[in-house]
């Protein structure tokens, strides 16, 4: 089992920017693969950007290349998304998953999540 806590979401104006963690316990964290996944209200889940065990592998939605940044400290046991530029329509409840393997894109094949942490921009 691998246990999730995502933390650093809040309110934030247009064109501001959030550092969220996702705090990892468990089993070895670094033999998982991580994603970022949003949910709006009325919206499915997406994911967003994802990061391999080592971190030499990531994804990036296009909704926010270029802005947002995942990286892992696996001493740490800590996935982290550097959210810079931000948009109103950035507005979601921000979930952390893992699995084990290479990351994937459908949310059903994370078997582990967080309990997901408000991102609210203001325009």
């Known amino acids: 089992q691998v246990q999730l806590v995502e933390s650093g979401g809040g309110l934030v104006q247009a064109g501001g920017s959030l550092r969220l963690s996702c705090a990892a316990s468990g089993r070895t964290f670094s033999n998982y693969a991580a994603g970022w996944f949003r949910q709006a209200p009325g919206k499915e889940r997406e994911l967003i950007a994802a990061i391999n065990w080592s971190g030499g592998s990531t994804y990036y939605a296009d909704s926010v290349k270029d802005r947002f940044t995942i990286s892992r400290d696996n001493a740490k046991n800590t996935v982290y998304l550097q959210m810079n530029s931000l948009k109103p329509e950035d507005t979601a409840v921000y979930y952390c998953?893992?699995?084990?393997?290479?990351?994937?894109?459908?949310?059903?094949?994370?078997?582990?999540w967080g309990q997901g942490t408000q991102v609210t921009v203001s325009s």
């Open positions: 998953a893992a699995r084990n393997g290479h990351y994937a894109i459908v949310p059903k094949q994370y078997p582990y």
